[in-house]
């Protein structure tokens, strides 16, 4: 049963362009999301999140949208660059376990120089 | 600055015999997790540990797999009687306490490939 979901295994965007990652979501006791960048042979790192009190979360080139009703969430990317190409993977969690995180299968985001 | 750490980077078992997975967490976490990403898939939870406890082990399958985090060392999580189902990438994360709105903080993964 999968609670989240990233129907895009893989995405391609031109340098200096915009990348939008999108993920969505079953479980409404969701409360916080947070999204990972992972390169191969190497651990998840973490990028961005957002808690259901927001609906939009920005650090530098880095926003994340969420949209409760549709529960859905977006991590935007502007302007992408090359060192951006990895794996994002948006994770959800409960607001009554914030120890366990339910995660989409990723989507591969190249960008091209 | 150590991250977490995580040994061995590869291991490659036969079928039946038992894996041992090793995690150092970052200086100063308490409190450690085991992720397990099958091919093509997410990261899926298996356990969170602190020191000498086990605090949620609902993802972990209910026979042959263990998980323990000593007093001393690092946390283990131990495979017994290994099948080819149980190649995969295994995560290990920790934070210092809940992980909240900032998450995990994860090794580079131990992939275990059973033949």
């Known amino acids: 049963d999968q609670q989240v979901k990233q129907n895009s295994p893989s995405l391609s965007v031109q340098e200096g362009r915009i990348s939008i990652l999108n993920c969505d979501y079953t479980n409404s006791m969701f409360d916080y999301f947070l999204w990972y960048k992972k390169y191969p042979a190497e651990g998840p790192t973490f990028l961005i999140s957002?808690?259901?009190?927001?609906d939009k979360n920005e650090d530098g080139r880095f926003t994340v949208f969420l949209n409760k009703s549709a529960k859905h969430l977006s991590l935007h990317i502007v302007p992408s660059q090359p060192g951006d190409s990895a794996v994002y993977f948006c994770a959800a969690a409960p607001g009554d376990n914030f120890n366990k995180f339910y995660f989409g299968s990723g989507t591969k985001l190249n960008v091209k120089p | 600055n150590a991250g977490v750490m995580q040994n061995p980077r590869h291991l490659v078992r036969r079928r039946g015999q038992e894996a041992r997975l090793r995690c150092s967490p970052m200086k100063g976490h308490s409190h450690v997790y085991w992720y397990r990403q099958l091919p093509e898939e997410g990261l899926k939870f298996m356990v969170y540990?602190?020191?000498?406890?086990?605090?949620?082990e609902s993802g972990m399958p209910k026979e042959r797999f263990s998980a323990e985090f000593p007093k001393e060392g690092p946390s283990i999580l131990r495979i017994q009687q290994v099948v080819r189902g149980d190649s995969a990438a295994y995560f290990c994360?920790?934070?210092?306490?809940?992980?909240?709105?900032?998450?995990?903080?994860f090794g580079s993964g131990t992939r275990l490939t059973v033949v």
């Open positions: 994360a920790s934070s210092p306490s809940s992980p909240g709105n900032y998450g995990y903080t």
């Open positions: 957002i808690s259901s009190i927001k």
């Open positions: 540990l602190q020191k000498e406890n086990i605090i949620d």
